[in-house]
């Protein structure tokens, strides 16, 4: 293998400027590794110009509309996370709370066979206190959480328009 | 890598996207889309590919970016993107199956042209990628160890490697019966 040259990129400058000056180039002819240098970067170059001759790339307003459309897009993939978490927590919370509900009344039954009829506010009180209390406000916590982060990214989705600017 | 917005950055993030508007964006793309392509071309070969990637680069830059940065940084950021989107592509094997087509306007008759790229493509791909970062986009080890998320030390190590293997492959090319490491000391 070859040593290295404090010069290299010097060389591999001076070949992608063009502008060789005099010591540089007679110093390349007698240093191998500058030689080295010289010979891939232009080959590279040579590639590079080819390519730039031959492709044309895309038009910018063209990539503008497709980032937007793909940003758009990945952001509201980002929403339904939250949200498709929401639903997961909702799945897990309502059998939980129901089962908790009927344990409730199995456990303090009442003579009448009207205690079976709807009883929201002293459920959800009871809800609130006891065992079940922490269970609860994590579920409320993270119920929270998920629409606030699912409400965040389709806000950036509503701020990211399609149609191009109208300064254009 | 893809960089994963923290609650900060979300919470930001619309007032970043609106700071750049389409006559700014189109600025900067043709600042660097035509290096940024050419670099793209150069490591997977096929326009249609290289097209889509660096479609994704600028959807992923203008999701991820971040106000602060310079020219320099928002160039090294984008090939930073670009680098890592072929790597995902060629981890997953999405473009194995297909064989690779010529660039538009290719002529494939012409010895000398064929002759460097075919000379390239004996090139690993990480190899290649340096060596374009280095000597095309004239990049310092420091700025390659950003884009590739290598160290910059086995940058240094790599590049030369690199450049002695295609110094090698040009050889023969340039000069017939030259080989460039005669007589040459071992790199430390």
Same mark, same amino acid.
């Given at each position: 293998?070859?040593?290295?040259?404090?010069?290299?990129?010097?060389?591999?400058?001076?070949?992608?400027?063009?502008?060789?000056?005099?010591?540089?180039?007679?110093?390349?002819?007698?240093?191998?590794?500058?030689?080295?240098?010289?010979?891939?970067?232009?080959?590279?170059?040579?590639?590079?110009? !080819?390519? #730039?001759?031959?492709?044309?790339? @895309? $038009? /910018?307003?063209?990539?503008? &509309?497709? +980032?937007?459309?793909? =940003?758009? *897009?990945?952001?509201?993939?980002?929403?339904?996370?939250?949200?498709?978490?929401?639903?997961?927590?909702?799945?897990?919370?309502?059998?939980?709370?129901?089962?908790?509900?009927?344990?409730? !009344?199995? #456990?303090?039954?009442?003579?009448? @066979? $009207? /205690?079976?009829?709807?009883? &929201?506010? +002293?459920?959800?009180? =009871?809800? *609130?206190?006891?065992?079940?209390?922490?269970?609860?406000?994590?579920?409320?916590?993270?119920?929270?959480?998920?629409?606030?982060?699912?409400?965040?990214?389709?806000?950036?989705?509503?701020?990211?328009?399609?149609?191009?600017?109208?300064?254009? | 890598?893809?960089?994963?917005?923290?609650?900060?950055?979300?919470?930001?993030?619309?007032?970043?996207?609106?700071?750049?508007?389409?006559?700014?964006?189109?600025?900067?793309?043709?600042?660097?889309?035509?290096?940024?392509?050419?670099?793209?071309?150069?490591?997977?070969?096929?326009?249609?590919?290289?097209?889509?990637?660096?479609?994704?680069?600028?959807?992923?830059?203008?999701?991820?970016?971040?106000?602060?940065?310079?020219?320099?940084?928002?160039?090294?950021?984008?090939?930073?993107?670009?680098?890592?989107?072929?790597?995902?592509?060629?981890?997953?094997?999405?473009?194995?199956?297909?064989?690779?087509?010529?660039?538009?306007?290719?002529?494939?008759?012409?010895?000398?042209?064929?002759?460097?790229?075919?000379?390239?493509?004996?090139?690993?791909?990480?190899?290649?990628?340096?060596?374009?970062?280095?000597?095309?986009?004239?990049?310092?080890?420091?700025?390659?160890?950003?884009?590739?998320?290598?160290?910059?030390?086995?940058?240094?190590?790599?590049?030369?490697?690199?450049?002695?293997?295609?110094?090698?492959?040009?050889?023969?090319?340039?000069?017939?019966?030259?080989?460039?490491?005669?007589?040459?000391?071992?790199?430390?």
């Amino acid at each position: 293998m070859n040593h290295r040259c404090d010069h290299e990129s010097d060389v591999s400058r001076a070949a992608r400027t063009g502008f060789w000056p005099a010591a540089l180039a007679e110093h390349t002819q007698s240093c191998s590794a500058c030689a080295e240098t010289r010979t891939v970067t232009e080959a590279l170059l040579a590639q590079s110009i !080819r390519i #730039a001759q031959e492709n044309r790339p @895309p $038009e /910018a307003e063209h990539v503008w &509309l497709e +980032a937007r459309r793909r =940003a758009r *897009l990945h952001l509201r993939h980002r929403a339904l996370f939250w949200f498709r978490a929401l639903r997961a927590l909702t799945f897990i919370y309502l059998p939980a709370i129901l089962v908790w509900t009927l344990a409730q !009344r199995t #456990a303090h039954p009442l003579s009448a @066979p $009207e /205690a079976w009829k709807p009883r &929201l506010h +002293a459920d959800f009180s =009871a809800l *609130l206190t006891g065992p079940a209390e922490l269970f609860a406000l994590t579920g409320v916590l993270l119920a929270a959480v998920c629409i606030i982060m699912g409400s965040l990214y389709l806000v950036r989705e509503a701020r990211t328009p399609l149609h191009p600017s109208p300064s254009r | 890598m893809e960089r994963t917005p923290g609650v900060v950055s979300l919470m930001f993030g619309a007032a970043q996207s609106a700071a750049i508007d389409e006559s700014a964006f189109r600025l900067l793309y043709e600042a660097t889309c035509q290096p940024l392509r050419a670099y793209l071309l150069h490591l997977c070969r096929r326009p249609d590919v290289a097209d889509d990637i660096l479609q994704e680069t600028w959807c992923r830059y203008l999701l991820h970016r971040r106000n602060d940065m310079d020219e320099s940084q928002t160039r090294s950021y984008l090939f930073r993107i670009a680098t890592n989107l072929v790597h995902d592509r060629a981890r997953s094997g999405m473009d194995a199956a297909i064989p690779e087509v010529l660039e538009r306007g290719t002529t494939p008759n012409l010895e000398t042209r064929l002759d460097i790229r075919s000379t390239l493509r004996q090139l690993k791909p990480r190899e290649r990628e340096l060596l374009w970062l280095a000597y095309v986009e004239g990049m310092n080890h420091e700025e390659i160890a950003t884009t590739t998320g290598l160290r910059p030390l086995s940058v240094r190590i790599l590049l030369f490697r690199a450049r002695h293997k295609a110094a090698q492959l040009l050889a023969p090319r340039n000069t017939p019966g030259n080989t460039p490491s005669a007589g040459s000391k071992r790199f430390a």
